[in-house]
């Protein structure tokens, strides 16, 4: 069950209470430590490092981490603050000082309201899960049109693919501005038969994330829908 | 529990039971996971002539708030029969029974989850019995387990549940209808197998502390099966056919940060 | 509990679709979902049957009781019907007692039956007056991703196809087949920027204008309609809807 981590990985589905390895080595996400050993916390791929092992889990809500971009939907306005649903159990505060703009004291609402669809960072997770998002850094923004769908979080990484290979594809074959929250929230705009057709191959990606060959697969379909309208 | 009718022999002459397996024997017991669309995670067991479903939603907003942990996640159950389930239709709505068994499930689960990773929030589960031929519970906390794990709750481990009991005087495992009815004691078991913990257990009925020992070795041993069986159904999920154990996930570090 | 927070932009993209007369599945306008029908699924009940439409899974089952008839009806069963939407199947139910969408479902479809004449009630009297079989219809959702009307109704006729009445176990006699007369269909549509769309997906469903199901037996009649939400519909389209209940009802009578 365990195997030695001399090998590359060897993309083992393990599940909660599996024993990974007996190791001093750091143990990473989706895994826990006991007594000198490590074992899984989660359903997911073993995955081993120099340094630590850890498992990327198949499924899960998204839990927020420092440094992620995500795309969130503002559901409350107050005075000084938005707050913003990321697709986790935790809405997040989003401050008047952490947007581009210079917002006085009670005229949040001019500058984005309830429904508004937003990219932003994750600044900081503390110990009991409360969240600062921040919209100051380039490229971050309010989004206008285009859609949204959401996907498991744990297939974001398959969306996006190996050196972004995956959803430069994407955006190449259906001509789409797309952008990937790694809270599963994916936002595209582009032609209306384009984002169906984004849409289309994305929900093939969710459903076929754990299968080779997937960027072929959703390559080919793309250019047999090409025709269709547009 | 009662005495059975004359005319049931619930252990033959070859030490048989009504359904002609050996006291030692457990049911069929098949479990599929992932099979429902809308829940973040689901299993569905058959366990002899038992169907139960369940299926997870959280870790999510913590409803009814005033039941919010500052510290935890919550992990709510709700266990309920479905009318149709039993040969006497059963009113709709939970009765006493199920409010007792949602409340031993939550606990028995509460134990292996890591709460603590999200504090103020819930971990809804919910067990929905199709078809009911004894021992409930047991495969209510057997597939509350693999839906737990399916929708990426992180847990110390499985929780594996079976029974025992007593039946013509003899030890038995996982009572059958008529061996409930007309048992002599039931003993439902959860087990946590890498630990080697008990989380859930109850017996009623008349039983020696031999018996009750013995009782509680079957159904550990039982458990551990179990165990194996809620492995596997997780692993088949994400199998491809023909593809074994090897998947085309890229590796967490690759595509962390990216997004644009 | 149970918004769903990306809804906004979901109405706009059904929009932009139904401009361009496409669904987003991809579906036509008058087209149904991939429908399975599993029977005898529950043993412990006299008749069941699982229907999958779509991504909404139910399961009915039906179960027959001894009991009393009703005074103004004294040779004739009882027919009740009841729908459990529980929590399991969506974020958007909540536990507790039945609220007005589950009894509203429930009702429809007892209309369905009832008016159809999918089962012969007089059939089910075991003395005139006193003692009759009492039959349950127990809709149960497991997973649901719009029109449970549909769903439920289309389980309710296959479960009824292949139930027996259980008249040994309760000393009545030989066990005998359900006495089904008629198989009443229904369709369920939803008015979205003035278009009819049938069979609505949970996503429709949340940004119709209106919606309305029509129930038809064999023979072309009609026996149950219930218009829902607060939209509305012309003359015409109503009657539209009732050329699709027909043509459309045969099609799932078939495939029973």
Wanted: with cysteine; proline share 5%.
């Amino acid at each position: 069950m365990p195997t030695s981590d001399s090998k590359e990985n060897t993309r083992e589905i393990v599940v909660p209470g599996d024993l990974l390895a007996i190791s001093s080595k750091r143990s990473g996400p989706g895994t826990y430590s006991e007594g000198g050993k490590i074992f899984a916390s989660q359903l997911g791929i073993k995955t081993v490092r120099p340094d630590s092992i850890s498992v990327v889990p198949l499924a899960g809500r998204y839990v927020p981490v420092t440094g992620d971009l995500v795309v969130g939907k503002i559901i409350d306005v107050g005075a000084s603050n938005w707050l913003v649903d990321i697709n986790s159990p935790y809405p997040s505060p989003l401050h008047v000082n952490e947007v581009p703009w210079r917002v006085e004291f009670g005229e949040t609402r001019k500058f984005m309201q309830v429904g508004d669809i937003v990219l932003l960072k994750i600044v900081a997770v503390d110990e009991l899960k409360r969240i600062s998002v921040s919209m100051q850094d380039h490229g971050l923004r309010k989004l206008t049109g285009g859609m949204v769908i959401e996907v498991s979080p744990s297939k974001v990484p398959r969306v996006i693919g190996k050196n972004g290979s995956m959803i430069q594809m994407l955006k190449n074959e259906t001509a789409c501005r797309i952008y990937v929250g790694q809270n599963g929230r994916i936002w595209i705009d582009g032609e209306l038969d384009n984002i169906v057709r984004a849409v289309q191959a994305i929900k093939m990606i969710e459903d076929e994330a754990h299968n080779l060959g997937l960027t072929e697969k959703v390559k080919e379909f793309l250019e047999k829908n090409s025709n269709k309208g547009a | 529990m009662g005495g059975a009718p004359t005319d049931l022999k619930l252990i033959d002459e070859n030490g048989l039971r009504i359904d002609g397996r050996r006291p030692d024997e457990m049911r069929p017991l098949k479990i599929e996971a992932g099979v429902l669309k809308r829940a973040d995670g689901s299993a569905y067991v058959e366990w002899g002539l038992n169907k139960v479903m369940a299926a997870v939603y959280g870790p999510r907003e913590c409803h009814p708030r005033h039941l919010q942990n500052p510290d935890r996640a919550l992990v709510q159950c709700r266990y309920n029969m479905a009318s149709f389930s039993v040969d006497d239709r059963k009113r709709p709505g939970p009765d006493r029974r199920s409010h007792e068994i949602s409340k031993i499930t939550s606990e028995a689960l509460t134990h292996v989850v890591f709460t603590e990773y999200f504090p103020r929030t819930s971990i809804d589960v919910y067990i929905e019995v199709l078809q009911a031929n004894a021992g409930t519970r047991c495969a209510g906390l057997t597939a509350a387990s693999v839906a737990l794990a399916d929708a990426g709750v992180p847990m110390r481990d499985l929780v594996a549940s079976c029974a025992a009991g007593k039946v013509a005087d003899t030890m038995v495992l996982d009572l059958g209808k008529e061996e409930d009815n007309f048992g002599q004691a039931d003993i439902p078991v959860g087990y946590v197998p890498r630990a080697g913990e008990i989380v859930l257990l109850q017996m009623d009925g008349d039983l020696t502390n031999e018996e009750f020992d013995k009782g509680l070795h079957m159904a550990v041993e039982a458990c551990k099966k179990v165990y194996e069986i809620q492995r596997d159904a997780l692993r088949r999920r994400y199998t491809a056919k023909g593809a074994a154990t090897e998947t085309a996930m890229p590796s967490e570090t690759d595509v962390r940060k990216e997004a644009v | 509990m149970g918004k769903d927070v990306v809804a906004d932009l979901k109405r706009d993209y059904i929009s932009k679709l139904l401009a361009k007369g496409a669904r987003a599945d991809g579906r036509q306008l008058d087209e149904l979902r991939p429908l399975t029908i599993e029977t005898n699924f529950i043993g412990s009940a006299e008749g069941s049957a699982r229907v999958t439409l779509g991504e909404t899974q139910v399961v009915v089952g039906v179960k027959l009781i001894l009991g009393a008839p009703f005074p103004d009806t004294p040779n004739t069963g009882v027919l009740t019907t009841n729908a459990e939407l529980i929590p399991m199947a969506s974020d958007t139910f909540e536990s507790g007692p039945p609220d007005q969408e589950s009894i509203e479902v429930a009702r429809v479809i007892d209309r369905g039956i009832r008016e159809g004449h999918a089962v012969d009630m007089t059939k089910l009297c075991i003395e005139p007056g006193k003692e009759v079989w009492i039959m349950f219809v127990d809709v149960h959702v497991l997973d649901y991703d719009g029109n449970l009307f549909d769903a439920a109704n289309i389980a309710a006729n296959a479960a009824f196809k292949t139930a027996i009445v259980p008249a040994k176990r309760a000393g009545k006699g030989e066990d005998y087949p359900l006495p089904v007369l008629h198989q009443p269909i229904s369709i369920t549509v939803v008015k979205i920027d003035g278009k009819i769309l049938l069979d609505p997906t949970h996503d429709e469903e949340r940004v119709a204008d209106a919606r309305l199901t029509v129930a038809t037996i064999e023979t072309g009649n009609l026996c149950a309609m219930q218009k829902g939400l607060a939209g509305a519909f012309t003359l015409e389209e109503v009657s539209k809807v009732v050329d699709m209940s027909k043509r459309i009802g045969a099609e799932i009578r078939s495939k029973l």
